[in-house]
């Protein structure tokens, strides 16, 4: 599980920065969205986030 932090700017990529991984909510920092990107392995979830931040290794892609 990973939580992002987001600043948004509408004229560009969003500002993402990574800020924490937890295997149990409880142990997540308040925030006041959140967003869930849920699917099967190598299906391109961790390329979308790339992707949105126009960064390449915010989330770790795989190489398969």
């Not at 992002?4 to 925030?31: H, K």
């Not at 959140?34 to 126009?54: H, Y």
Request: hydrophobic share 45%; proline share 5%; net charge positive.
């Amino acid at each position: 599980n990973m939580m992002i932090r987001t600043l948004v700017d509408v004229t560009g990529p969003l500002q993402l920065t990574f800020v924490t991984s937890a295997v149990d909510i409880s142990t997540l920092p308040g925030s006041p969205a959140e967003v869930a990107v849920v699917g099967r392995s190598n299906v391109g979830k961790s390329s979308l986030i790339n992707a949105l931040a126009n960064h390449k290794q915010l989330a770790r892609v795989s190489n398969t």
